[in-house]
């Protein structure tokens, strides 16, 4: 047991994209309620969770903003909340480990940061293909 326990410690020590064991639960809850929603749904994307990302829609105070508003368009540089004006560290794995670590930390953000853009909650499809875009930054 214990060998091929330090086997997956090792690939996943190698294989810095990748989600913890918590996470990757999360990533399947989210992938059955993708079913329910879609029953074509096949597996999130990181190209769809870029646009999600990127792309600008009128949110919270009528701004026009985007998530890069406030994790600025190099996620693993530091950037600046455009609301509170407060610094937020990087949102890239790579550069901040924590990142994408916590479900509980990760659920609660992406149910207000959706609001804060989308002005409603992200879908299942929507907040996986985000999460698989982050996990590769
Ligand atoms: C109004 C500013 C703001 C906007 C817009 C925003 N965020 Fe955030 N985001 C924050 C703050 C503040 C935190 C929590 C502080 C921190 O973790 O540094 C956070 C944290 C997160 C986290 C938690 C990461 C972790 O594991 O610690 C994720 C994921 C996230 N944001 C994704 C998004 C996505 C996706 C969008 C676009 C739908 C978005 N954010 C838009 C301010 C924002």
């Not at 330090?6 to 064991?21: D, E, H, K, R």
């Not at 749904?41 to 190209?47: E, G, S, V």
């Not at 909340?81 to 794995?93: M, R």
């Not at 609660?108 to 989308?118: A, G, H, S």
């Amino acid at each position: 047991m214990k060998k091929v326990a330090l086997l997956f410690l090792c690939a996943y020590a190698l294989n810095a994209a990748q989600f913890n064991p918590a996470m990757q639960g999360y990533i399947d809850e989210l992938r059955l309620e993708a079913k329910k929603l879609d029953p074509n749904f096949k597996d999130f994307d990181a190209l769809r969770g870029e646009k999600i990302f990127t792309t600008k829609n009128i949110g919270k105070n009528s701004q026009e903003i985007s998530c890069q508003s406030c994790h600025g368009s190099d996620l693993k540089k530091e950037a600046k909340n455009i609301f509170t004006g407060k610094t937020i560290a990087p949102l890239s794995p790579s550069a901040n480990p924590s990142r994408l670590s916590d479900v509980k930390e990760v659920k609660k953000w992406l149910k207000r940061n959706f609001k804060d853009v989308y002005l409603r909650e992200g879908t299942a499809i929507e907040k996986g293909d985000v999460l698989y875009y982050l996990i590769k930054q």
